[in-house]
Nanobody
Framework: QVQLVESGGGLVQPGGSLRLSCAVS????????IGWFRQAPGKKREGVSC????????YYADSVKGRFTISRDNAKNTVYLQMNSLKPEDTAVYYC????????????????????WGQGTQVTVSS
C-alpha cells in the first residue's frame, strides 16, 4: 500500500518561498504519478500540480504557473513542490496524492483520479 507524508509547510511573508516535500513509501515513483493539491478554509480542494510517473511530464494549474515548480528525487522517493512569489491566496492545507492512471487523466488535476492521500501540511502566507 502506497503511503505519502507531506512536510515543509509553515508561515511565510507575501513574496516569499517554501519547499514542500512528499515522501512516498510502499512503491517507487516509477509506478505512481504524484499530485499536489490544496484546500483553503471554506473552499473545495483543488489541484495545483502533478508529475507523471514514467515520463516525468509536469502539469500546473493556471493559478500557480510560473511560480511553483514540481520535481522529484527517485533515489529518495520524494516529490517536491517549490513555491515562489507566494501570495496570501496561496494559504491552504497542501496535500500530495498518488495515481496510477494515464497521463491524459492526471493532467486534468481532478481529485477523483488520485488516491491515496497524505495527511496535509499547512501553508500560511501572511505579513
Amino acid at each position: 500500500q502506497v503511503q505519502l507524508v507531506e512536510s515543509g509547510g509553515g508561515l511565510v511573508q507575501p513574496g516569499g518561498s517554501l519547499r514542500l516535500s512528499c515522501a512516498v513509501s510502499g512503491s517507487s515513483l516509477d509506478h505512481y504519478s504524484i499530485g499536489w493539491f490544496r484546500q483553503a478554509p471554506g473552499k473545495k480542494r483543488e489541484g495545483v500540480s502533478c508529475i507523471h510517473s514514467s515520463s516525468g511530464t509536469t502539469y500546473y494549474a493556471d493559478s500557480v504557473k510560473g511560480r511553483f515548480t514540481i520535481s522529484r528525487d527517485n533515489a529518495k522517493n520524494t516529490v517536491y513542490l517549490q513555491m515562489n512569489s507566494l501570495k496570501p491566496e496561496d494559504t491552504a492545507v497542501y496535500y500530495c496524492a498518488a495515481s496510477d492512471l494515464e497521463a491524459r487523466l492526471i493532467a486534468t488535476l481532478n481529485l477523483l483520479y488520485f488516491g491515496p492521500w497524505g495527511q496535509g501540511t499547512q501553508v500560511t502566507v501572511s505579513s
